[in-house]
């Protein structure tokens, strides 16, 4: 059995929330909306935690200035972030 290890959970619910805020995501909405449920957020937090590049996340969200279409490189999320930025 492999144990997979993970990060703070605090830490990459905020991290993923400010990615979705860079992209224009409201997962408030989105969770309003029926276009995310509940699991689904929880499931991304999930992935966000056991994602290796939080210090690229961290830059890249720093470097922000306005707007992105697309999260950061390698973003565990990219696909469902996407989704969910073409949708709102």
């Given at each position: 059995?492999?144990?997979?290890?993970?990060g703070d959970a605090e830490l990459h619910f905020w991290l993923t929330r400010s990615v979705g805020k860079v992209m224009g995501i409201s997962f408030s909405e989105a969770?309003?909306?029926g276009r995310l449920s509940a699991q689904d957020y929880a499931s991304l937090v999930?992935?966000?935690?056991?994602?290796?590049?939080?210090e690229?996340?961290?830059?890249?969200l720093g470097s922000q200035k306005s707007h992105a279409k697309l999260p950061p490189p390698g973003c565990?999320?990219?696909k469902a972030l996407g989704t969910l930025a073409r949708g709102h």
């Open positions: 059995m492999t144990v997979q290890h993970v969770m309003a909306q999930t992935a966000c935690r056991a994602c290796a590049l939080v690229n996340c961290q830059s890249w565990a999320n990219a």
